[in-house]
């Protein structure tokens, strides 16, 4: 069993910067691959960004390429995601989520099906 608790939402003002932390419990968080997702009112949860065990791949939505950053630190059992250039269609409950195992191409990163354990979520307010 995996616990996630994820920290460092609010409300921030359109152009400006969060980074979101999600903290894992376990021995083996170094062995996990990593998620972040996404869910607005009265839309589907989708797909944000993910990273790999090593933090040698990360894969990112078109829609957040080039703004958000997904990261690591396995001595801390800790996931972030670092996000620059707020939109107002940003905002939504953020959640951190375990992947079950690795894979090689973008697409199997998608699906929120692949990801077993969940965060409760934190909410990200991007508004003038």
């Known amino acids: 069993q995996v616990q996630l608790v994820e920290s460092g939402g609010g409300l921030v003002q359109p152009g400006g910067s969060l980074r979101l932390s999600c903290a894992a419990s376990g021995r083996t968080f170094s062995s996990y691959t990593m998620g972040w997702f996404r869910q607005a009112p009265g839309k589907e949860r989708e797909f944000v960004a993910a990273?790999?065990?090593?933090?040698?791949?990360?894969y990112y939505a078109d829609s957040v390429k080039g703004r958000f950053t997904i990261s690591r630190d396995n001595a801390k059992n800790t996931v972030y995601l670092q996000m620059n250039s707020l939109k107002p269609e940003d905002t939504a409950v953020y959640y951190c989520?375990?992947?079950?195992?690795?894979?090689?191409?973008?697409?199997?990163?998608?699906?929120?099906?692949?990801?077993?354990?969940w965060g409760q979520g934190t909410q990200v307010t991007v508004s003038s």
């Open positions: 990273i790999t065990s090593s933090a040698g791949r990360r």
């Open positions: 989520a375990v992947r079950n195992g690795a894979c090689s191409y973008y697409g199997c990163y998608v699906p929120v099906r692949a990801y077993d354990y």
